[in-house]
């Protein structure tokens, strides 16, 4: 039996408004427009509604062979949703599974504070984005190493505070969008409006938060090592080589 060749497997790029179509839009459209009795009824809207995440999720892990702890988290969420919704179970536990998924990445961003690989080394400060090696060059020649981990570790509490966010807005989202009995056409409506709400009430207010992290991240690497922006991000080249 012949290894796959990693070299044959096609580089991922970020595809952030397919992502956006795909995951979001189309679903929700979906949910809103044909669950009534005379289109596709709730359940079978429902079942097409999340055969587009679904779908697109698994597409990309055969396509690009990566596995990815969250991406993994999103997948499950996008299950259970469908759970909810096809076995009709209590509303209420739509609200928890939305605030359950964020929360659990949240508290595993905080535990990982406490092992010998917390996650923001895998999240941001990763070789893969940042210059790691030249960084920690710069900052053993000028002694600020130790100085440095203490900032990076307040990083890593940021960054599971962004999860807790996400998590608190979830639930109260969920609350006060959906409010039908799960399997109802009205349920499958309101689980398409909360799905477009989230974008700008909770997805956007997320970006931000982590771009200032970075935005830190970066301040502390250029004040303590003097590296430039260019110098710090690694290129495309180093990242083919």
């Known amino acids: 039996m012949k290894k796959t060749d990693s070299k044959n497997i096609p580089t991922h790029k970020p595809r952030p408004m397919v992502d956006l179509l795909v995951s979001i839009v189309i679903p929700s459209v979906i949910l809103m427009k044909f669950s009534g009795d005379h289109d596709l009824g709730a359940a079978n809207a429902l079942i097409l509604a999340l055969a587009f995440p679904i779908g697109w999720g698994l597409f990309e892990l055969v396509k690009y062979r990566k596995v990815n702890f969250i991406a993994i988290l999103g997948l499950v969420s996008v299950l259970l949703t469908g759970g909810i919704g096809l076995l009709a179970l209590d509303v209420k536990w739509l609200a928890i599974k939305e605030a359950a998924i964020p929360a659990v990445i949240g508290l595993a961003v905080l535990i990982s504070t406490f092992t010998r690989y917390p996650l923001i080394k895998t999240l941001i400060y990763n070789p893969l984005i ?3 090696e030249k960084i920690e060059q710069k900052l053993q020649e000028s002694g ?7 900032r990076l570790l307040k990083a890593t ?3 599971s505070g962004t999860f807790g966010f996400s998590a608190a807005m979830n639930y109260l989202l969920a ?3 959906v409010t039908s009995p799960a399997g109802s056409v009205a349920f499958n409506e309101e689980l398409g409006q909360m799905t477009l709400l989230s974008y700008p009430v909770i997805a956007i207010p997320s970006t931000l938060m982590m771009m200032a992290i970075v935005y830190y991240l970066w301040r502390t ?3 303590m ?3 430039a922006l260019e110098e710090v991000m690694v290129s495309a080249q180093q ?3």
């Open 239 to 241: 990242k083919r080589g």
């Open 157 to 159: 509490y940021f960054l």
């Open 175 to 177: 609350k006060w969008v």
């Open 225 to 227: 090592t003097g590296l």
């Open 144 to 150: 600020n190493l130790a100085e440095f981990e203490s």
């Open 130 to 132: 940042l210059n790691v």
């Open 221 to 223: 690497i250029n004040s």
